[in-house]
């Protein structure tokens, strides 16, 4: 990104935009669909969202960055956590959600469809 890369305001929203697998560019390169953020009234930086379908690889990527280990390699109540997870995060609205989950988590589309019925199944917390 070109511009005030070191301004506190983008070293403070960047952790953000990292998480959302979003890109940070100069204010004056933002399109119509960018986000344009402002610091006591000036613009310092613009935010360029990521696709859907990108989000969903990104969301997968940092599961297995915080675990440590491959997705396909968690025992089998992590995977369910796992897609219990990405459930609360909509990632099963995405076209090919279930797929590409069942293909992260190294197992068959029907296991991701049995872990989220299991939930749905589950009587309310005590």
Known sequence: MSGPEDHPFVSAVKPLVDAMGGEMIAPERAR???????????????????????????????LQRRHGVPLADLDRRTKQSVVRLLEQRGAFSVRHGVETVAGALGVSRFTVYNYLNREKDAPPPA
Do not use: K, Q, Y
Request: charge should be negative; aromatic fraction near 4%; proline fraction near 3%.
């Open 32 to 62: 119509g669909d960018d986000v344009v953020l402002s610091w006591e009234g000036r613009e310092v930086v613009a935010v360029r969202l990521p696709h859907l379908s990108d989000s969903l690889d990104h969301i997968l990527a940092d």
